[in-house]
Each structure stands twice: as structure tokens, then as C-alpha cells.
């Protein structure tokens, strides 16, 4: 099947600082692709849906100029958490939509960045 | 009432029983209906995919959709200890973002 990378696998910061997660197809072309965060024991909350060369569609009630999605090519997604605060704190989790398997575009999730804030 | 409703659990069975599990849906836009599995601090897996209603058959695994009463399931026969994780059911139109249950938490006791 289809392989979603994210680096780092986890990470701890200090509070203030920004924090960059990767997100990459790796054996196929993603023209979506999906940020999610979950928390402990819930289920994954979508945060923003982000098409290659253009901007991402936020849900509501995530601040875009806290966390920064740049889709700039087909196998790479990154997700920048700005001035991370102890709240931000979460399991975050991308997924990519590979358009050209089959008529149901399937879902591809990564493993996942942990994100401790301290 | 969010879009996809799952019951939490936990559900713990002992190893070789058969599991169900089940979510309901209020969107009737909905087209496709997944089944997805979680391990601890992993990434979610696709187990099956249902399109409209109808059964459909993987292993030791069955995903059945009513979207007469607007019911997802899972069944899993055999359960053996490996199976243990969180069972996320989800839905979606079609190329949209999906929506997806809280997730049902399985432990199968050896």
C-alpha cells in the first residue's frame, strides 16, 4: 500500500517557540492532503485540508495564523505550529488523498508527531 | 448531534469471540463508510471501505452499511489479542474530508 511519512515522530519545545512537522508521500502524488490533531482518548479532529500550489482550507475555530500549512509539491506537507503554548500539546496526523489509484480516493494517515509543549 | 456517532467503549471480550461494532450517521449525503483501526500512538490503518449499503467480507473481518437506518458495522470473528486497538468508523460524499466516529476502544483477553 501507499506509504505517508511525517518527521519528526515526536518532539518537545519549549513554550513560545515554533514547531515544524513534515509530511510526505512517499511512492505516490498527493494533490490533498489532511492535518488532524488528536487528544488523548478522542477520536482525530481535522484541522485543515491543504491542496498542492494553493491555501488551505481551515475548519472552524483553527487559527491559520497559529498553524501554518504550505502544500508546496505533490509528496510534501508541512504543518508549523507558530508560538506553541502548553495547549497545543496534542498527537498530530496527516493524511494524503492519492487521486489516481482508483475511483474511491483513499486515505493515506501517517504515523503521527507527538507534540509536547512545555 | 455530530455527523458520526460511535460508542467509546471500552469493549473488552475474551480471544476467539466475536466482536460487533457499530456506528450511526445523520448525513444521508454520505457514500462511503470506512472502517479504520488505531494502535497506541500510531497512525490510523484502513481496514475496509463500504460503498452505499451492503456487506462486504475481508478475512476474519465484515463491514456491513444500512443506510436505510443509517448504521455502520463491524464484525470481527476469531478475535485474537492483536485485534486489540481503537476501531474508528468514518463516512464521507466522495473526495471530501472525512468525518469520523469517536472511536470504540477493543481489548481481547488472551
Known amino acids: 500500500g501507499a506509504v505517508v511519512s511525517q518527521h519528526p515522530s515526536w518532539v518537545i519545545c519549549k513554550s513560545g517557540t515554533s514547531v515544524k512537522i513534515e509530511c510526505r508521500s512517499l511512492?505516490?502524488?498527493?494533490?490533498?492532503m489532511f492535518w488532524y490533531r488528536q487528544f488523548p482518548k478522542q477520536s482525530l479532529m481535522l484541522m485543515a485540508t491543504?491542496?498542492?500550489?494553493?491555501?488551505?482550507?481551515?475548519e472552524q475555530g483553527v487559527e491559520k495564523d497559529k498553524f501554518l500549512i504550505n502544500h508546496a509539491s505533490l509528496t510534501l506537507s508541512t504543518l508549523t505550529v507558530t508560538s506553541a503554548h502548553p495547549e497545543d500539546s496534542s498527537f498530530y496526523i496527516c493524511?494524503?488523498?492519492?487521486?489516481?489509484?482508483?475511483?474511491?480516493?483513499?486515505?493515506?494517515f501517517g504515523p503521527g508527531t507527538r507534540l509536547t509543549v512545555l | 448531534q455530530k455527523e458520526v456517532e460511535q460508542d467509546p467503549g471500552p469493549l473488552s471480550v475474551p480471544e476467539g469471540a466475536i466482536v460487533s461494532l457499530n456506528c450511526t450517521y445523520s448525513n444521508s449525503a454520505f457514500q462511503y463508510f470506512m472502517w479504520y483501526r488505531q494502535y497506541s500512538r500510531k497512525g490510523p490503518e484502513l481496514l475496509m471501505y463500504t460503498y452505499s449499503s451492503g456487506n462486504k467480507e475481508d478475512g476474519r473481518f465484515t463491514a456491513q452499511v444500512d443506510k436505510s437506518s443509517k448504521y455502520i458495522s463491524l464484525f470481527i470473528r476469531d478475535s485474537q489479542p492483536s485485534d486489540s486497538a481503537t476501531y474508528l468508523c468514518a463516512a464521507e460524499r466522495g473526495n471530501t474530508p472525512l468525518v469520523f466516529g469517536k472511536g470504540t476502544r477493543l481489548s481481547v483477553i488472551a
Open positions: 493524511s494524503a488523498r492519492d487521486g489516481g489509484r482508483s475511483s474511491y480516493n483513499e486515505q493515506f
Open positions: 511512492d505516490f502524488q498527493a494533490t490533498t
Open positions: 491543504s491542496n498542492e500550489g494553493s491555501k488551505a482550507t481551515y
